[in-house]
């Protein structure tokens, strides 16, 4: 069984940076390769929603509007690390960020936003933004 780890989160003030990770832990992390990859987030009373995607080659990517142009996703795929970098932090961004990984190319955007297409999921890792 594949188990993610998300690290990264804690607290920031609004304006700042933080830098979220996503790898498979264990005995999975050698033999483990994902064809897809997203963030998701989900605040506390509201529901889980997308952030970003993309696919292992990076040739796609995609954001949520909320998240274009401040947060960036990226992979190391040697490390098999999915990142998550995020800028200019606002209140409204505080929430709990999961990652979560696909054994399958996704054929379109509408797919990466769709929490349901993903196989694997991490536990989260909860970021707070202060105003």
């Known amino acids: 069984q594949v188990q993610l780890v998300e690290s990264g989160g804690g607290l920031v003030q609004a304006g700042g940076s933080l830098i979220l990770s996503c790898a498979p832990s264990?005995?999975?992390?050698?033999?483990?390769?994902?064809?897809?990859m997203g963030w998701f987030r989900q605040a506390p009373g509201k529901e889980r929603e997308f952030v970003a995607g993309m696919s292992r080659t990076g040739i796609s990517t995609y954001y949520a509007d909320f998240a274009k142009g401040r947060f960036t996703i990226s992979s190391d795929n040697a490390k098999n690390t999915v990142y998550l970098q995020m800028n200019s932090l606002e209140s409204e961004d505080t929430a709990v960020y999961y990652c979560?990984?696909?054994?399958?190319?996704?054929?379109?955007?509408?797919?990466?936003?769709?929490?349901?297409?993903?196989?694997?999921w991490g536990q989260g890792t909860q970021v707070t933004v202060s105003s």
């Open positions: 979560a990984t696909s054994t399958t190319y996704f054929s379109s955007p509408s797919t990466y936003a769709t929490g349901q297409s993903y196989k694997y």
């Open positions: 264990g005995d999975t992390f050698d033999t483990f390769s994902f064809y897809a």
